[in-house]
């Protein structure tokens, strides 16, 4: 049994990294790495640990080695995205997609919507964000509407793109290799449902935004007239960057895992790109995100330290009093928990927390629901981003205030609290109606829901009629309020 003295310390010192990265005061990399110092400190001195157990933590142990796993696959996309990037195969798939809706609003937030999606779920939601919010605002410029609702939306729906595929974030890629998940299983399971998610969030902004989104004043001939191939430097390095990430996510679908792993198929997909694409690597590497790695080794050094000594079990024993059933009890406990504790702080801290009590929680549950509980871990560790303005929602703000289109962080956050709230309601919905003892549970949800829907559309179309003009959905470049509420 480790030392009282051991746990408190390195309890205290993974909680101080909790509150000094959610502070953003001092770079995250900088707080783990220091965090995992002491960790391995408190170890090895005190708790008599050999020295090899900081290899163990950093890459995982015999035979599985999941953490070494995760970073060569984090390793790996971030090279291929970020050579696609400058490519510029995004920035020409958006913009071809915006001109096919020849300016009308509705559309152009569907388009926006999805691109958002399609980009996050390949890239990631940070590059997502940088990639797509400028090309927004110049699309909205060139048409003189307002761009804000567009943004809101963009900012909110990239985490649903983040939970599309098993690469889409550090999150999946982490908890899929724990918990052997394969990349078909994650879309089908995990996937499909964030398909419904697009939908809803759509469909509530269109809902919200009826009545401000504004036809375009301007631009139109312009926007169509406008060559997208300016975005691309390099067409034959376009053509390259976009069949390697094809064939890589082509290679997960079809190559199973007991013969390459996933992070083997990306290893491969990176190197053959370095090799056709012809690009200087030294200046590819440096541009390749090493902080993120340095931090998830961290991460993983401060929580194989937690597990040492004992806290994960007794965090796992307390969850285990609750006495909570295989299946969608476990699911749905997960789910809200994760979401509700990455909107705060740091998701990949959490994430790396709650990855060994949800092991210990599944110990004797069947391969099906024990994937099911990782399922909630992952649907909430990337949806609760957006339950406050922190990380990439933050980002996106700062990128709208730069161009002179302030987002109020006082709305931003109640559009994202709410928002996301009803995504965890989307989702808790659509498996209890698949699970056969909560199947009324998810009716009786459901109706509920859509009688929510009904009132709110019915408020809205009374206010829209009370006020037919309504001169606060702006058309042009100057500072307004955001729209979105």
Request: hydrophobic share 55%.
């Amino acid at each position: 049994m480790a030392d009282i003295a051991s746990q408190l310390v390195i309890l205290i010192t993974f909680v101080s990294l909790l509150l000094i990265v959610g502070s953003g005061k001092v770079d995250k990399t900088v707080v783990a790495l220091a965090a995992s110092v002491i960790s391995y400190i408190v170890l090895v001195f005190y708790e008599h640990v050999q020295p090899y157990a900081l290899v163990e933590d950093l890459f995982g142990t015999s035979p599985g080695y999941d953490n070494l796993h995760a970073l060569i696959l984090v390793f790996s996309m971030l090279a291929i995205v970020e050579i696609g990037k400058d490519g510029g195969v995004f920035q020409f798939l958006a913009f071809k997609l915006v001109q096919m809706t020849k300016g009308r609003p509705r559309l152009i937030m569907v388009v926006f919507s999805c691109i958002t999606v399609f980009i996050t779920a390949v890239l990631s939601d940070m590059l997502a964000i940088i990639i797509l919010l400028p090309l927004t605002i110049t699309v909205c410029r060139i048409l003189g509407v307002d761009p804000r609702p567009y943004l809101v939306v963009q900012i909110v729906i990239v985490k649903v793109g983040a939970v599309m595929l098993l690469i889409s974030s550090v999150s999946n890629i982490v908890i899929s290799g724990f918990a052997g998940i394969s990349f078909v299983e994650f879309f089908i399971s995990i996937g499909t449902v964030a398909l419904i998610l697009l939908v809803v969030t759509i469909g509530v902004f269109l809902m919200f935004n009826r009545n401000r989104l504004s036809n375009p004043t301007r631009g139109m001939d312009i926007l169509l007239e406008f060559n997208p191939w300016t975005f691309v430097p390099d067409r034959k390095l376009m053509l390259k960057s976009a069949g390697t990430i094809i064939g890589v996510i082509v290679g997960f679908a079809v190559i199973p895992t007991n013969v390459l792993s996933p992070d083997i198929i990306a290893f491969f997909g990176a190197v053959i790109l370095f090799i056709i694409a012809k690009l200087n690597v030294q200046e590819i590497f440096k541009k390749i995100d090493f902080k993120l790695l340095c931090y998830l080794m961290g991460i993983f050094v401060i929580t194989g330290a937690m597990e040492r000594v004992g806290i994960i079990q007794f965090l796992a024993n307390s969850i285990a009093t609750l006495n909570l059933t295989e299946g969608f009890p476990t699911f749905v406990f997960l789910l809200w928990i994760a979401g509700y504790l990455s909107g705060p702080v740091d998701n990949i801290a959490i994430m790396r927390v709650l990855i060994p009590i949800a092991n210990q929680l599944t110990t004797n549950f069947s391969m099906i629901n024990k994937h099911l509980a990782f399922n909630g871990i992952i649907f909430g560790i990337n949806l609760g981003d957006n339950l406050t303005p922190l990380g990439d929602s933050m980002l996106g703000i700062q990128i709208a205030e730069q161009n002179k289109f302030p987002i109020s962080i006082r709305r931003f956050f109640l559009i994202g609290f709410v928002s996301t709230n009803l995504q965890f309601l989307t989702i808790t919905i659509i498996y209890a109606l698949f699970s056969i003892d909560y199947a009324l549970l998810g009716v009786v949800l459901l109706a509920i829901l859509a009688g929510i829907f009904v009132l709110i559309f019915k408020l809205l179309k009374r206010n829209a009629m009370k006020h037919p003009k309504n001169e606060e959905a702006g058309t042009g470049g100057g500072p307004t309020e955001l729209h979105s509420e």
